[in-house]
């Protein structure tokens, strides 16, 4: 699906807050785990180290943190939101949601809290519906979050996925706006048939011969996948908002891999410094991975009012999402 956000209100982003856990991981302690080593993660994906969550922490223990961050950037009392989405592919358990959790832990008795499962993508897709829910009036305050503990679900001694995954969380509080700006469109995208190239299988009610519950990837059909529909899907939103390239002033691309990112970046004509990554410190934190990085560049300075941010995922599904924005908030307001 592709969308131009036409309508009135327009809707924005009004607080954003991440959360990662203490404990950092590098590449010299994995490859004492498995046959690894720093230059082969270094020179294959750029990543440098990842944070892991402490035994006792699950997905509500970071998505409170970073909920509490983007609610006080807002101005927002938690008891004003009446919507709460929660991307995640690692809950807490299967039910009761996640957001339900964090909706009580926060104290939102009036919202509407369930969990989002489009991969990497998460984020993305849980924008765009908020966005759907307080443009159609539905909502008045959103909170959006995105995370993963991914650590949960890795094979620890599987070196082709151990090396790739941390854990983290991003949340943002999304309003309807009084004056412009605020999101211009979104797409999204799914393709069930590459499912199998990313995926838990033994995770739910189909029944498997060989239950797996540890995350299984095939990384070269996944990379390509990503280097296709990062460029394809930033292209088609642009075109459908009647804008190109040079508009945008920051490039938000899924942290999967900075080949990846590279990639895409070169291949949609966006320069090197107008395009965020961190994750040579985060690794993929999946549908924390966007939030994160949008924090991030906030803390640089480099999320100003009026700047176009474009930011793109994709990931399990196989998922695809891209999003626009015209920033409205941020610390040179
Ligand atoms: O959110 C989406 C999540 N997933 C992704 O974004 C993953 C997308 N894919 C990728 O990022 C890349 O495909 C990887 C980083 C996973 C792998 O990089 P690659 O350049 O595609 O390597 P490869 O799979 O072609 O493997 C090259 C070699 C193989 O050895 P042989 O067969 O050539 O002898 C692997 O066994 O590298 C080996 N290898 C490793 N060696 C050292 C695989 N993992 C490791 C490792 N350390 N951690």
Redesign the pocket.
Known sequence: MIAKANGRPRVGITGLGCYVPDRVLTNEE?AEL????DE??TT??GIKERRIAAPEQAMSDLAEPACRAALAQAGVDPSEIDFLVLATVTPDMTFPSTAAIVADRLGMPDAAAYDLSA??TGFVYAVAQAHAMLASGLSRKALVVGGDVLSRILDWTD???????GDGAGAVVMEPLEDGGGFLGFELGADGGGGVH?WLPGSGSRAFEDPEHHIK?N??E??KF?TRVLVHSAEALLDECGLGVDDVDVYVP?Q??V??IDHARRKLGIPEERTVVNVDRYG?T?SG?IPLALADAEQDGRLKAGELVLMTG???GLTWGSALIEWTRGIAQ
Not at 34 to 37: A, G, L, P
Not at 159 to 165: I, K, N, P, Q
């Open positions: 994995l498995v046959d690894t080593s082969w993660i294959r994906t991969g990497c070196r082709s996925t151990l090396v790739l995954f990313l990837m990384g070269r996944v990379f990503a899924h999967a891999n080949r990846i993929n999946s991975s994709m990931g399990a």
